[in-house]
Protein backbone atom coordinates (compact mmCIF):
# COMPACT_ATOMS: atom_id res chain seq x y z
CA UNK A 1 0.00 0.00 0.00
CA UNK A 2 1.32 3.26 -0.58
CA UNK A 3 0.71 5.95 2.00
CA UNK A 4 -1.89 7.98 0.58
CA UNK A 5 -4.14 4.64 0.85
CA UNK A 6 -2.66 3.74 4.17
CA UNK A 7 -4.25 6.65 5.61
CA UNK A 8 -7.37 6.72 3.77
CA UNK A 9 -7.95 3.04 5.29
CA UNK A 10 -7.36 4.53 8.81
CA UNK A 11 -9.44 7.16 8.27
CA UNK A 12 -12.31 4.71 6.94
CA UNK A 13 -12.05 3.23 10.28
CA UNK A 14 -12.31 5.82 12.28
CA UNK A 15 -16.26 6.64 12.15
CA UNK A 16 -16.44 3.62 13.95
CA UNK A 17 -14.10 4.42 16.70
CA UNK A 18 -16.92 5.77 18.53
CA UNK A 19 -18.69 3.68 21.87
CA UNK A 20 -22.19 2.95 22.03
CA UNK A 21 -22.44 3.89 25.73
CA UNK A 22 -25.23 1.61 26.32
CA UNK A 23 -23.82 -1.46 24.72
CA UNK A 24 -20.52 -1.18 26.52
CA UNK A 25 -21.93 -1.67 29.81
CA UNK A 26 -24.41 -4.20 28.79
CA UNK A 27 -21.74 -5.98 27.92
CA UNK A 28 -19.81 -5.46 31.09
CA UNK A 29 -22.70 -6.20 33.19
CA UNK A 30 -24.27 -9.34 31.25
CA UNK A 31 -20.96 -10.93 30.76
CA UNK A 32 -19.87 -10.54 34.86
CA UNK A 33 -23.82 -12.20 35.59
CA UNK A 34 -23.15 -15.12 33.18
CA UNK A 35 -19.43 -15.30 35.27
CA UNK A 36 -21.48 -14.89 38.77
CA UNK A 37 -23.90 -17.86 37.68
CA UNK A 38 -20.85 -20.13 36.91
CA UNK A 39 -19.12 -19.10 39.76
CA UNK A 40 -22.35 -20.26 41.74
CA UNK A 41 -22.87 -23.38 40.18
CA UNK A 42 -19.18 -24.09 40.69
CA UNK A 43 -19.27 -23.63 44.40
CA UNK A 44 -22.81 -24.05 45.13
CA UNK A 45 -22.15 -27.02 47.56
CA UNK A 46 -24.89 -29.88 46.18
CA UNK A 47 -24.36 -29.22 42.39
CA UNK A 48 -23.62 -32.25 40.93
CA UNK A 49 -19.74 -32.74 40.03
CA UNK A 50 -20.06 -33.08 36.47
CA UNK A 51 -22.32 -29.27 36.37
CA UNK A 52 -19.05 -27.86 38.22
CA UNK A 53 -17.03 -29.39 35.74
CA UNK A 54 -19.06 -27.61 33.07
CA UNK A 55 -19.17 -24.64 34.61
CA UNK A 56 -15.59 -24.61 35.43
CA UNK A 57 -14.75 -24.80 31.59
CA UNK A 58 -17.44 -21.91 31.10
CA UNK A 59 -16.10 -19.69 33.48
CA UNK A 60 -12.55 -20.30 32.03
CA UNK A 61 -14.09 -18.98 28.54
CA UNK A 62 -15.62 -16.33 30.25
CA UNK A 63 -12.98 -15.06 32.08
CA UNK A 64 -11.24 -14.68 28.61
CA UNK A 65 -14.28 -12.31 27.14
CA UNK A 66 -14.23 -10.23 30.37
CA UNK A 67 -10.44 -9.70 29.85
CA UNK A 68 -11.50 -8.75 26.11
CA UNK A 69 -13.67 -6.31 27.88
CA UNK A 70 -10.79 -4.58 30.38
CA UNK A 71 -8.75 -4.97 27.56
CA UNK A 72 -10.94 -2.44 25.56
CA UNK A 73 -10.81 -0.17 28.72
CA UNK A 74 -7.53 0.02 28.81
CA UNK A 75 -7.40 1.00 25.15
CA UNK A 76 -9.85 3.99 26.17
CA UNK A 77 -12.55 2.31 23.54
CA UNK A 78 -15.29 2.03 25.84
CA UNK A 79 -16.21 3.27 29.65
CA UNK A 80 -14.63 6.31 29.53
CA UNK A 81 -14.93 9.15 32.26
CA UNK A 82 -17.00 6.56 34.83
CA UNK A 83 -15.30 6.59 38.18
CA UNK A 84 -17.23 3.22 38.52
CA UNK A 85 -15.49 1.24 35.51
CA UNK A 86 -11.92 2.55 36.37
CA UNK A 87 -12.64 0.50 39.66
CA UNK A 88 -13.68 -2.13 38.06
CA UNK A 89 -11.12 -2.80 35.32
CA UNK A 90 -8.60 -2.05 37.87
CA UNK A 91 -9.75 -4.71 40.28
CA UNK A 92 -10.27 -7.02 37.24
CA UNK A 93 -6.27 -6.50 36.09
CA UNK A 94 -5.50 -7.08 39.84
CA UNK A 95 -7.44 -10.43 39.05
CA UNK A 96 -6.64 -11.69 35.93
CA UNK A 97 -2.90 -10.96 36.66
CA UNK A 98 -2.23 -8.15 34.30
CA UNK A 99 -2.12 -5.37 36.59
CA UNK A 100 -3.12 -1.83 34.69
CA UNK A 101 0.74 -0.67 34.96
CA UNK A 102 2.77 -3.50 33.39
CA UNK A 103 -0.63 -4.94 30.71
CA UNK A 104 -0.76 -0.55 29.51
CA UNK A 105 3.05 -0.24 28.95
CA UNK A 106 3.36 -3.62 27.24
CA UNK A 107 0.72 -3.76 25.60
CA UNK A 108 0.83 0.01 23.83
CA UNK A 109 4.14 -0.58 23.21
CA UNK A 110 3.12 -3.96 21.26
CA UNK A 111 0.72 -1.96 19.14
CA UNK A 112 3.50 0.65 18.41
CA UNK A 113 6.14 -1.73 16.90
CA UNK A 114 4.28 -4.86 16.38
CA UNK A 115 6.10 -7.15 13.29
CA UNK A 116 8.38 -4.63 13.45
CA UNK A 117 11.77 -7.10 14.15
CA UNK A 118 13.97 -6.78 17.35
CA UNK A 119 11.96 -4.53 19.14
CA UNK A 120 8.57 -6.38 19.09
CA UNK A 121 9.60 -8.65 21.75
CA UNK A 122 7.76 -6.24 24.60
CA UNK A 123 4.38 -7.03 25.40
CA UNK A 124 4.70 -10.24 22.55
CA UNK A 125 6.65 -13.15 22.19
CA UNK A 126 9.79 -12.83 20.89
CA UNK A 127 10.93 -13.06 16.95
CA UNK A 128 14.27 -12.98 15.18
CA UNK A 129 15.66 -14.02 11.90
CA UNK A 130 17.29 -17.22 11.04
CA UNK A 131 20.42 -15.42 10.45
CA UNK A 132 20.38 -14.15 14.11
CA UNK A 133 18.80 -17.39 15.86
CA UNK A 134 21.89 -19.63 14.73
CA UNK A 135 24.30 -17.02 16.16
CA UNK A 136 22.92 -17.22 19.49
CA UNK A 137 24.46 -19.06 22.25
CA UNK A 138 23.21 -22.27 23.41
CA UNK A 139 21.64 -20.50 26.71
CA UNK A 140 20.25 -17.80 24.32
CA UNK A 141 18.13 -20.11 21.55
CA UNK A 142 17.43 -21.78 24.74
CA UNK A 143 15.55 -19.11 26.32
CA UNK A 144 14.17 -18.07 22.86
CA UNK A 145 12.91 -21.83 22.41
CA UNK A 146 11.21 -21.75 25.71
CA UNK A 147 9.65 -18.41 25.35
CA UNK A 148 7.54 -19.83 22.32
CA UNK A 149 7.44 -23.76 23.34
CA UNK A 150 3.22 -24.91 22.89
CA UNK A 151 3.52 -26.14 26.91
CA UNK A 152 4.80 -22.41 27.70
CA UNK A 153 1.96 -21.40 25.71
CA UNK A 154 -0.74 -23.60 27.33
CA UNK A 155 0.48 -22.66 30.32
CA UNK A 156 0.28 -19.14 30.03
CA UNK A 157 -1.24 -18.76 33.12
CA UNK A 158 2.09 -19.89 34.98
CA UNK A 159 4.63 -18.25 32.39
CA UNK A 160 2.81 -15.79 30.94
CA UNK A 161 0.78 -14.15 33.82
CA UNK A 162 2.51 -15.19 37.19
CA UNK A 163 5.67 -14.72 36.07
CA UNK A 164 5.85 -12.63 33.34
CA UNK A 165 2.96 -9.97 33.92
CA UNK A 166 3.63 -9.95 37.31
CA UNK A 167 6.88 -11.65 39.19
CA UNK A 168 9.16 -10.10 36.18
CA UNK A 169 7.51 -6.97 36.01
CA UNK A 170 7.72 -6.32 40.02
CA UNK A 171 11.50 -7.23 39.98
CA UNK A 172 12.67 -5.04 37.01
CA UNK A 173 10.60 -1.92 38.08
CA UNK A 174 9.44 -2.01 42.12
CA UNK A 175 8.53 1.05 42.14
CA UNK A 176 6.31 1.48 38.48
CA UNK A 177 5.05 -1.98 39.07
CA UNK A 178 4.06 -2.55 42.67
CA UNK A 179 0.51 -3.56 41.29
CA UNK A 180 2.07 -6.47 39.68
CA UNK A 181 2.75 -7.38 43.54
CA UNK A 182 -0.21 -6.35 44.72
CA UNK A 183 -2.26 -8.95 41.79
CA UNK A 184 0.22 -11.85 43.49
CA UNK A 185 -0.61 -11.22 46.84
CA UNK A 186 -4.61 -11.26 45.79
CA UNK A 187 -4.56 -14.13 44.62
CA UNK A 188 -2.61 -16.72 46.93
CA UNK A 189 -5.11 -15.13 48.90
CA UNK A 190 -8.20 -16.14 47.17
CA UNK A 191 -6.85 -19.50 46.27
CA UNK A 192 -5.22 -20.38 49.99
CA UNK A 193 -9.13 -19.09 51.41
CA UNK A 194 -11.05 -20.89 48.45
CA UNK A 195 -9.23 -24.15 49.44
CA UNK A 196 -9.39 -23.71 53.24
CA UNK A 197 -13.17 -22.68 53.58
CA UNK A 198 -14.58 -24.33 49.90
CA UNK A 199 -12.33 -27.44 49.44
CA UNK A 200 -10.03 -28.77 47.10
CA UNK A 201 -12.46 -29.77 45.04
CA UNK A 202 -13.50 -25.99 44.72
CA UNK A 203 -9.94 -24.74 44.55
CA UNK A 204 -9.13 -26.88 41.79
CA UNK A 205 -12.72 -26.02 39.74
CA UNK A 206 -12.98 -22.94 40.72
CA UNK A 207 -9.35 -21.72 40.94
CA UNK A 208 -6.99 -23.32 39.13
CA UNK A 209 -8.91 -25.07 35.95
CA UNK A 210 -10.65 -21.44 35.17
CA UNK A 211 -7.24 -20.01 34.80
CA UNK A 212 -5.51 -22.29 33.20
CA UNK A 213 -8.18 -22.07 30.55
CA UNK A 214 -8.64 -18.41 30.21
CA UNK A 215 -5.04 -17.53 30.33
CA UNK A 216 -3.53 -20.13 28.06
CA UNK A 217 -6.75 -19.42 25.86
CA UNK A 218 -5.25 -15.80 26.03
CA UNK A 219 -1.56 -16.53 25.72
CA UNK A 220 -2.12 -18.89 22.43
CA UNK A 221 -4.47 -15.97 20.85
CA UNK A 222 -1.98 -13.37 21.51
CA UNK A 223 0.79 -15.98 20.11
CA UNK A 224 -1.28 -17.01 16.69
CA UNK A 225 -2.48 -13.73 15.70
CA UNK A 226 1.02 -12.47 15.08
CA UNK A 227 2.58 -16.02 14.26
CA UNK A 228 0.82 -17.66 11.72
CA UNK A 229 2.45 -19.22 8.16
CA UNK A 230 1.66 -16.06 6.19
CA UNK A 231 2.68 -13.46 8.76
CA UNK A 232 5.72 -10.76 7.52
CA UNK A 233 8.09 -9.10 9.53
CA UNK A 234 9.90 -6.16 8.88
CA UNK A 235 12.96 -4.03 10.12
CA UNK A 236 12.72 -0.13 11.63
CA UNK A 237 13.22 1.10 8.13
CA UNK A 238 10.96 -1.25 5.82
CA UNK A 239 8.11 -0.85 8.84
CA UNK A 240 4.66 0.67 8.23
CA UNK A 241 1.66 0.92 10.52
CA UNK A 242 -1.48 -0.17 8.52
CA UNK A 243 1.10 -3.13 7.11
CA UNK A 244 2.06 -4.48 10.57
CA UNK A 245 -2.08 -4.24 11.35
CA UNK A 246 -2.57 -6.33 7.67
CA UNK A 247 0.41 -8.18 6.80
CA UNK A 248 1.07 -9.41 10.31
CA UNK A 249 -2.16 -9.53 12.19
CA UNK A 250 -4.43 -12.38 11.65
CA UNK A 251 -8.35 -12.62 11.15
CA UNK A 252 -9.14 -15.55 13.13
CA UNK A 253 -11.87 -17.37 11.80
CA UNK A 254 -14.24 -18.65 14.50
CA UNK A 255 -17.59 -19.73 14.82
CA UNK A 256 -19.96 -17.27 16.93
CA UNK A 257 -19.98 -18.79 19.75
CA UNK A 258 -15.89 -18.59 20.26
CA UNK A 259 -16.67 -15.04 18.80
CA UNK A 260 -18.79 -14.47 21.90
CA UNK A 261 -16.09 -16.13 24.48
CA UNK A 262 -13.25 -14.52 22.80
CA UNK A 263 -15.08 -11.17 22.99
CA UNK A 264 -14.66 -10.97 18.43
CA UNK A 265 -10.47 -10.53 19.36
CA UNK A 266 -10.54 -12.73 16.27
CA UNK A 267 -11.01 -9.21 13.82
CA UNK A 268 -7.45 -8.91 15.15
CA UNK A 269 -6.43 -6.94 11.74
CA UNK A 270 -9.15 -4.49 12.57
CA UNK A 271 -8.27 -4.06 15.87
CA UNK A 272 -4.42 -2.90 15.11
CA UNK A 273 -5.70 -1.02 12.21
CA UNK A 274 -7.70 1.16 14.73
CA UNK A 275 -7.37 0.22 19.04
CA UNK A 276 -10.16 2.78 19.44
CA UNK A 277 -13.08 0.56 17.75
CA UNK A 278 -14.98 -0.99 20.82
CA UNK A 279 -15.03 -4.90 20.35
CA UNK A 280 -18.34 -4.96 19.81
CA UNK A 281 -18.03 -2.79 16.51
CA UNK A 282 -15.62 -4.87 14.80
CA UNK A 283 -17.74 -7.43 12.77
CA UNK A 284 -19.13 -4.10 11.71
CA UNK A 285 -16.30 -2.38 10.23
CA UNK A 286 -15.23 -6.33 8.68
CA UNK A 287 -18.74 -5.69 6.53
CA UNK A 288 -18.36 -2.10 6.08
CA UNK A 289 -14.74 -2.21 4.46
CA UNK A 290 -14.19 -4.63 1.68
CA UNK A 291 -10.23 -4.02 2.03
CA UNK A 292 -10.38 -5.80 5.61
CA UNK A 293 -12.25 -8.88 4.01
CA UNK A 294 -9.46 -10.03 2.27
CA UNK A 295 -7.22 -10.40 5.70
CA UNK A 296 -4.65 -13.04 6.09
CA UNK A 297 -6.76 -15.93 7.88
CA UNK A 298 -5.74 -18.64 11.19
CA UNK A 299 -8.41 -20.81 13.05
CA UNK A 300 -8.46 -22.41 15.83
CA UNK A 301 -8.59 -25.94 13.50
CA UNK A 302 -6.17 -28.51 15.48
CA UNK A 303 -4.12 -28.57 12.45
CA UNK A 304 -3.72 -24.82 11.89
CA UNK A 305 -2.88 -24.66 15.99
CA UNK A 306 0.08 -27.47 14.58
CA UNK A 307 1.11 -25.21 12.20
CA UNK A 308 1.14 -22.16 14.04
CA UNK A 309 3.19 -23.54 16.81
CA UNK A 310 6.12 -25.21 14.67
CA UNK A 311 7.25 -21.57 13.54
CA UNK A 312 10.05 -20.59 15.12
CA UNK A 313 12.24 -17.55 13.13
CA UNK A 314 11.59 -15.66 10.26
CA UNK A 315 13.42 -16.43 6.91
CA UNK A 316 14.20 -12.97 5.20
CA UNK A 317 15.25 -14.84 2.08
CA UNK A 318 11.85 -17.12 1.98
CA UNK A 319 10.31 -14.08 3.30
CA UNK A 320 8.41 -15.91 5.86
CA UNK A 321 7.86 -17.55 9.06
CA UNK A 322 10.04 -21.17 9.10
CA UNK A 323 10.29 -24.11 11.72
CA UNK A 324 13.62 -26.33 12.90
CA UNK A 325 12.90 -28.57 10.38
CA UNK A 326 12.97 -25.86 7.71
CA UNK A 327 16.10 -24.16 9.97
CA UNK A 328 17.92 -27.91 9.38
CA UNK A 329 18.39 -27.40 5.64
Known sequence: ?????EKDLILATKPFAKEIRWKSWWHLFSTGIVLGAMYFGIFWPTTPLWLR???S????LTIARMFIIYHDHQHKAILQNSKFADAVMTLWGLFILAPTSIWQRSHDHHHKHNSKLYTSSIGSYPIVTKEKYMAMSRGEKAVYNFTRHPLTIAFGYLFVFIYGMCVR???NNRDKHW????ALILHVVMGVGIAVFLGWTSFWLGFI???LIALGLGAYLFYAQ??????TFADKDGWSYVNAALGSSSYMRMNPVMHWFTGNIGYHHIHHLNARIPFYRLPEVYAAIPELQAAKTTSLMPGEIIRCLRLKVWDP???RMIGKREMAL
Open 169 to 171: SFM
Open 57 to 60: ILAG
Open 226 to 231: HNFPTA
Open 1 to 5: MNMRS
Open 179 to 182: DSLL
Open 53 to 55: VTC
Open 317 to 319: DLG
Open 209 to 211: LPA
